[in-house]
């Protein structure tokens, strides 16, 4: 082992390397936050009108109602990046991820007052606390602490094993919501059991719906109910406006005004919203706990290099997606009618007779990976594609204005945005070009958010974006994706050929010389100032044959392979040694070498 | 072996009393705001604000052990004595590296001990493990940057030139540390600072083994 | 077992782009008091460094002990005893701090011969060891290599520092040390009457070169200094090899020779010499002889 560890220690190959992922490691920091100071400067440049969308009108709402004519403006549906690079740091995934809702906890819900759901591992059951308002028999009122143990069997008050155990459950998150728990009802979908539960809080009954078939359009949801990839940060990306009405024409008719509502509850009235893996967005029917059909798919904004077809959940930095449901009350006295909002049913002096929830469509929103572009899609009940919109900038040539996506925009048309351009494309280059052509290759493989905080693969890099472009001609993508890493390519050159010419002055052999040059060529300036670090630190001399420089430490110049001789010194011509040696002033004849690679 | 590791912490026990002072200056700090705020309302944002250079200055304290370290046997020629001694170069470099942990682990282990009592306390707060195996990560990761740091004193506190196991090592530390924004406290961090370490104690032991005393 | 405690192979030495040491062979025998001579800035030091793993060679191989001097293991250097040019001790420790040090350290500690030193020499526990004079810290350090009851000894410039008592208490020192049995030592000084009093065999540095390696008796031997009268002037070239210095004034020649012998003693003759007598030499002579610059023999 003590031999190992000294032979590893000393071996020059294990040095180099050593000294390489030294190197490598400490490059990549400044150059890491050279790339994210531009791309924050590129993105906090982006004017406003860049970073958002709308869609007016939206498309969704009947026509008896958009066309009403006391409408004055039309209902309107608008999407803003709002996505803080910072937050895609480390440090502050790290934390976010854990608050309640986060994808590392298993805590659900958590309010200061006392009220809370978690996810138990050891029992496999959800364990729920919160306040009941309950009335003494003195008629005071009081709040009772009650807990109850979710399985996917029943509910209770106390642990039970009958209750069964869930094994990896996702909840509706929408139900974090004050205003939606107010339905008392919780959907849960556990991956590995595969089926859906729904939670009767009222009731305390678990109903289980069946295991999802091969034939379902979802086959690995990841996401039920509130369709939201930031729960804490971020909030109200997606807004909506429904059609607005003179207020003075309020109660001419004594028809039932419905009430159209698309707030944060997320509530798809008979439905609820599924995300699948692939970007597909189902449709759960609450009753039945089947899924239905397809509502939409998440829409893939346009990069600086076009967009794809399709887009997966990972593929990006944000997304929400919001159900349009047409809420409409009916009263018995038809005189009541109300004006209201919302499913605030207990605003109303007097309870509607009847209420009835039409699920209208979608409307989903996708921003891209490096921030810069949102498309804002409309989806009709039928999970049809009705209207897409992309954020643009509209850049005024003269008198003309033409629309630029957002995605190609932010690096050219924001003051200094060239600049920041520039040193970003610079940074890039500076990476090992062998890093950057995996970062073409491995470019969908990172998901969105952790691709801003990767330091050795470059996946929101111009050549990955090239990497993740819609699929063409491999090679003339591939080839046309090296013309974006060309510097880092000359450069690698360069240093290379530097490489191998010092190697021959300072004597290392053919095959470490190659070696050598390959890394150079693959790693570029981190394999330079490797070798710089770990060159023979010899003081070369003369070679009195071939006048060159060669080393001490060899027995024969590795230049021309004459022998020592060292002129400075002039040893006399005697000697008095024990036993019969010669005299040899030669240069020596022995062939050891000393720290020789 | 204990003989060599008794002579590195009684030359260098002015950072182990810098260590103790500012472990339990953190200890008091972290009681403080545990006893003066609720929690379930709002985390103290000012402790983020004060740790993080607090812990900064920790970590370049540790550098500057490693650097002290290097730079003191070479100047003063101590491991050229201690060679001559019934030693070998293997055995002297690792009786350093051993106290450098010591110092890391007199400024951690008390934080740890601490944070997992108050973590206790404060889960009378939450009836559920609210951030499960945060102290772990957070200590290792913590520890494995601190040993980082240290290695990279290592590096540079062999040179005769007082600067550059001053300077080299400031600017080294300053590039690493922000490693911990960048990738958090997860299992990234632990490979990168792992795989760092290893290569930054390969290149020193290179260098002492060759190198002439 | 090897019977030589120290070899060298063709050890090549440079620093800097000078050459220091040029393809030196040395076996120092066990049981041998070997004295080690050279100028300043010979490379003495450099050769007792390498051989104790302090010093990278440029290129060949030294043997200490039967291991290699790059693979000297702890328990090898535990049976050698070292004591540095300067004095390399730790400045800022207290004397008994490292003495406990050393002790603690070392594979074996003759306890009663240390403190008999220490008493001897009068060194204080509680000093530090930068407060000590040049002449203390020598006798500090010499303690402290011979507590360690060493297989190998090599001492460089031992007595630099020290007064005529102390030198002469470190002889018999040495003397002491000689006559145990298998003790080698190695040592270097500019002292050359001490050296001559102990040492079994002598070498001598110049020009990067080992010129002279035998035991000393045979280096009186082979090595004169005759003073030659010739009837008329003297001839100015004698036809003699190994010649290392001649001096010509008038009829009078003072010729040093290495390796005399009836050969040289005939071509001498040849030259019919009113008178031929020896000029005895000490080992100091010799020495200054064997390093002083001599433009004149450069070798054809």
């Known amino acids: 082992m003590k031999t190992l560890i000294k032979g590893l220690a000393l071996n020059y190959p294990v040095k180099v390397f050593a000294t390489g992922l030294v190197v490598l490691v400490l490059l990549s920091l400044p150059l890491f936050w050279m790339r994210f100071t531009c791309e924050t400067s590129l993105f906090f440049r982006m004017s406003n009108e860049a970073k958002g969308v709308s869609i007016a009108p939206s498309l969704l709402v009947p026509d008896e109602l958009e066309k009403d004519p006391n409408v004055v403006s039309p209902s309107r549906a608008s999407a803003n990046i709002r996505y803080q690079r910072p937050m895609s740091l480390g440090i502050f995934d790290y934390f976010i991820a854990r608050l309640p809702g986060g994808r590392f906890t298993n805590v659900y819900l958590f309010k200061s007052y006392g009220e809370w759901m978690y996810f138990d591992i050891k029992t496999g059951q959800l364990v729920h606390s919160y306040l009941e308002e309950q009335v003494m028999p003195d008629k005071t009122p009081f709040r009772k602490k009650v807990q109850l143990y979710i399985g996917p069997e029943g509910v209770s008050e106390t642990a039970d094993k009958a209750l069964g155990r869930f094994i990896n459950p996702i909840i509706d998150h929408g139900w974090t919501d004050v205003m939606q728990r107010q339905s008392r009802e919780l959907m849960i979908f556990d991956k590995k059991l595969r089926c859906f539960f729904k939670i009767d809080f009222n009731q305390r009954t678990t109903t289980k719906g069946p295991k999802i078939g091969k034939e379902s359009p979802v086959q690995k949801p990841i996401k039920i109910g509130r369709l939201s990839k930031n729960l804490w940060l971020f909030e109200d990306h997606l807004s909506w406006i429904p059609p607005q009405i003179k207020s003075s024409d309020k109660n001419q008719s004594n028809k039932p005004i419905p009430i159209i509502q698309t707030y944060l509850n997320h509530d798809a009235g008979p439905y609820l919203l599924v995300l699948d893996e692939s970007g597909e967005i189902g449709l759960l029917d609450k009753e039945s706990l089947t899924i239905a059909g397809v509502s939409g798919r998440l829409p893939a904004p346009e990069t600086y290099f076009g967009s794809k077809s399709t887009v997966r959940p990972r593929d990006l930095l944000d997304y929400e997606v919001l159900p349009l449901i047409l809420t409409t009350y009916f009263f018995e006295d038809p005189e009541e009618v109300r004006m209201a909002f919302g499913d605030m049913s207990y605003f109303f002096k007097r309870k509607p007779s009847r209420v009835e929830k039409n699920y209208l469509g979608i409307f989903a929103t996708g921003v891209s990976r490096d921030g810069s572009a949102l498309a804002l899609t409309v989806f009709d009940e039928k999970g049809k594609e009705i209207e897409s919109e992309y954020t643009k900038f509209n850049k005024q040539e003269g008198l003309r204005t033409t629309p630029v996506n957002s995605g190609k925009a932010v690096f050219f048309e924001a003051p200094w945005a060239s600049t920041l351009t520039i040193g970003k494309y610079l940074a890039e280059n500076l990476h090992p070009p062998i890093l950057s052509i995996a970062s073409y290759f491995t470019a969908s493989a990172f998901e969105a958010d952790a691709g801003h905080r990767a330091l050795f693969f470059l996946p929101n890099s111009f050549i990955a974006m090239k990497g993740r472009e819609r699929p063409v001609n491999f090679a003339e993508r591939f080839f046309s994706a090296l013309w974006l890493i060309l510097p880092s390519i000359i450069l690698a050159i360069l240093l290379s050929i530097r490489v191998s010419k010092d190697a021959v002055v300072v004597g290392l052999s053919e095959n470490t010389r190659l070696y050598w040059i390959i890394g150079t060529l693959a790693f570029g300036l981190t394999a330079y100032i490797t070798y710089r670090l770990t060159r023979p630190k010899i003081t070369l001399l003369t070679c009195q044959n071939c006048g060159r420089p060669r080393r001490p430490d060899m027995a024969k110049c590795h230049r021309c392979g004459s022998k020592w001789n060292v002129p400075e010194l002039i040893p006399p011509a005697w000697r008095v040694l024990n036993g019969t040696e010669q005299i040899d002033d030669s240069s020596t004849t022995d062939e050891e070498k000393t720290g020789v690679e | ?213 | 077992m090897n019977d030589n405690v120290i070899t060298v192979k063709n050890l090549v030495k440079y620093f800097d782009g000078r050459c220091v040491l040029d393809g030196i062979n040395l076996k120092v025998p066990r049981g041998c008091i070997y004295g080690l001579l050279g100028r300043n800035g010979s490379g003495k030091t450099t050769i007792i460094r390498i051989l104790l793993g302090l010093e990278p060679p440029t290129r060949g191989r030294t043997f200490l002990l039967d291991a290699e001097s790059t693979e000297l293991s702890a328990k090898l250097h535990g049976r050698i005893g070292y004591v540095a040019e300067g004095h390399n001790l730790i400045q800022n420790y207290r004397v008994g701090r490292l003495i406990k040090l050393c002790k603690d350290l070392s594979l074996q500690w003759n306890d009663e011969f240390f403190n008999h030193l220490i008493e001897t020499f009068r060194l204080p526990a509680d000093r530090k060891v930068k407060e000590l004079s040049i002449g203390m810290r020598a006798q500090l350090n010499l303690a402290l290599a011979m507590a360690i009851d060493p297989e190998l000894l090599i001492f460089d410039d031992p007595t630099l520092g020290l007064d005529t008592v102390a030198r002469r208490q470190f002889l018999e020192l040495a003397i002491d040390l000689i006559q145990q049995q298998g003790r080698t030592i190695l040592f270097c000084s500019h002292i050359l009457g001490d050296v001559e009093r102990i040492a079994d065999r002598i070498g001598i540095l110049a020009a990067s070169k080992l010129v002279v390696d035998c035991p000393l008796e045979e280096l009186k031997e082979r090595v004169k200094k005759l003073r030659v009268i010739f009837p008329e002037s003297a001839p100015a070239n004698l036809h003699l090899t190994e010649i290392i210095n001649q001096q010509i004034q008038g009829r009078e020649m003072v010729i040093t020779a290495a390796n005399w012998n009836k050969q040289k003693q005939t071509i001498l003759e040849t030259f019919k010499p009113s008178s031929c007598t020896e000029i005895p030499m000490s080992l100091e002579d010799i020495f200054i002889e064997c390093t002083k610059p001599n433009p004149e023999y450069i070798e054809s």
Not at chain 2, 24 to 44: C, E, G, K, T
């Open chain 2, 1 to 213: 072996m204990f003989a060599l590791i008794k002579r590195e912490v009684r030359d260098h026990i002015v950072y182990f009393i810098g260590a103790a002072a500012f472990s339990a200056v953190f200890i008091i700090m972290a009681i403080s705001i545990l006893h003066n705020y609720d929690l379930r309302r709002q985390p103290p944002a000012f402790s983020i604000v004060l740790g993080i250079p607090a812990i900064t200055i920790v970590i370049f304290g540790i550098c500057a052990m490693g650097s002290t370290q290097m730079y003191l046997d070479r100047t003063r020629k101590i491991s050229a004595l201690l060679s001559t001694l019934a030693i070998s170069r293997n055995r002297i470099l690792l009786a350093r590296i051993i106290t450098g942990i010591l110092a890391i682990l007199t400024l951690l282990v008390p934080l740890i001990i601490t944070a997992v009592i108050l973590m206790r306390f404060v889960s009378f707060l939450f009836p559920f493990p609210m951030f499960p195996g945060i102290v772990f990560n957070i200590s290792v990761t913590v520890f494995l940057m601190a040993f980082a740091c240290y290695c990279i004193g290592l590096q540079a506190g062999w040179n005769s030139n007082p600067l550059t196991p001053s300077l080299g090592a400031l600017c080294l530390t300053c590039i690493l540390l922000p490693l911990i924004i960048v990738k958090g406290f997860g299992l990234h961090i632990l490979v990168i600072l792992v795989l760092f370490i290893v290569a930054s104690l390969l290149r020193t032991w290179h260098t002492f083994m060759t190198t002439s005393l």
